[in-house]
């Protein structure tokens, strides 16, 4: 079971970290992607952190912007999110493969239920 938390209301330009913490299955031997979904949208990769620790981006403009890190005793994973747009608005999700990162959100065996992130003055 995963559970993405830390969403919230935030200004243009400004920051939130989400948590995606885990029980039954220890995050440090899944790659761990983060997903969000806009209204009327469909699911788009953000990024994914693999096993090794290694960030893969799957939006151009977020590598700036977002980044991942883990916390094995915590069991947590989180996407510090910085200098945020109107745009970034979405609920977004975290997904754990026991393989390395992919894009494709039907490679992921577990899924958190999600947090709104929304991003307007």
């Known amino acids: ?4 938390s830390g ?13 995606c913490a ?10 761990i992607g ?27 403009s977020m590598t700036d912007r977002f980044t991942a890190s883990r916390d094995n005793a915590k069991n947590t994973v989180y996407l510090q999110m910085n200098s945020l747009k109107p745009e970034d608005t979405a609920v977004y999700y975290c997904a754990a493969t026991s393989t390395w990162c992919r ?6 065996d577990y899924w958190g239920q999600g947090t709104q992130v929304t991003v307007s003055s």
């Open 1 to 4: 079971q995963l559970q993405a």
């Open 7 to 19: 969403g919230g209301l935030v200004q243009p330009g400004g920051s939130l970290r989400l948590s």
């Open 22 to 31: 885990a029980s039954g299955i220890t995050l440090e031997s899944y790659s």
């Open 34 to 60: 983060w997903f969000r979904q806009a209204p009327g949208k469909g699911r788009e990769g953000v990024l994914c952190i693999n096993w090794r620790d290694g960030i893969t981006y799957y939006q151009d």
């Open 103 to 108: 894009q494709n959100p039907n490679d992921y």
